[in-house]
T-cell receptor, first 113, second 116 residues
Framework: GDSVTQMEGPVTLSEEAFLTINCTYT??????LFWYVQYPGEGLQLLLK?????DKGSNKGFEATYRKETTSFHLEKGSVQVSDSAVYFC????????????FGRGTQLTVWP | SQTIHQWPATLVQPVGSPLSLECTVE??????LYWYRQAAGRGLQLLFY??????ISSEVPQNLSASRPQDRQFILSSKKLLLSDSGFYLC???????????????FGSGTRLTVV
């Protein structure tokens, strides 16, 4: 079945460091891929998405490219800020009629000043 | 645009007490609705989904139940809470343009439940 494997955390970085959070997936068909972010005490917010192979999603300085050949959707940011501290979830939607989202386990990111 | 309302935001309940968490959706009709739980240090687990009034499917056997009495209302319940029911509960539905563009989900702000 469909599934997402996400890099285990926690990840701790200094401000302005480069961030990569790895995400790989298994899916039948042609899924859409998402990164969600959860700030402390809040629900999930969509950070970025890609709906087909080679698409690049981007938002708030974060980027992720849909790589069908490696079944990956790694999240990157060139220079993290303290305000980026949050839990990041990779997710896929297999396009079923139920519209289910499959989530990775989440990666806690902490950025120190 | 659609909005999901969840309440309460936080809840502390004793073991063995009942539970009722409510989720309502605005800005869409006949949505698929989902309850997720995020236990401490773990990822998101799908608990229930509903494709319409009175239609509930359970993903995992557990102490909880769900109901959908109205098109835009989704309720998570328990008759007797367990310590293991503690967690962050999120209600979600596909974004309005999902069927056309697959934009993922809209989430409520969540309910943090602590069972003591």
């Amino acid at each position: 079945g469909d599934s997402v494997t996400q890099m285990e955390g926690p990840v701790t970085l200094s401000e302005e460091a480069f961030l990569t959070i790895n995400c790989t997936y298994t899916a039948t068909g042609y899924p859409s891929l998402f990164w969600y972010v959860q700030y402390p005490g809040e629900g999930l917010q969509l950070l970025l998405k890609a709906t087909k192979a080679d698409d690049k999603g981007s938002n708030k300085g974060f980027e992720a490219t849909y790589r069908k050949e490696t079944t990956s959707f790694h999240l990157e940011k060139g220079s993290v800020q303290v305000s980026d501290s949050a839990v990041y979830f990779c997710a896929l939607s297999g396009g079923s009629t139920l519209g289910r989202l499959y989530f990775g386990r989440g990666t806690q990111l902490t950025v120190w000043p | 645009s659609q909005t999901i309302h969840q309440w309460p935001a936080t809840l502390v309940q004793p073991v063995g007490s009942p539970l009722s968490l409510e989720c309502t959706v605005e800005g869409t009709s006949n949505p698929n609705l989902y309850w997720y739980r995020q236990a401490a240090g773990r990822g998101l687990q799908l608990l229930f989904y509903s494709v319409g009034i009175g239609q509930i499917s359970s993903e995992v056997p557990q102490n909880l139940s769900a109901s959908r009495p109205q098109d835009r209302q989704f309720i998570l319940s328990s008759k007797k809470l367990l310590l293991s029911d503690s967690g962050f509960y999120l209600c979600a539905c596909p974004s309005k343009s999902y069927r056309a563009l697959n934009y993922g989900y809209t989430f409520g702000s969540g309910t943090r439940l602590t069972v003591v």
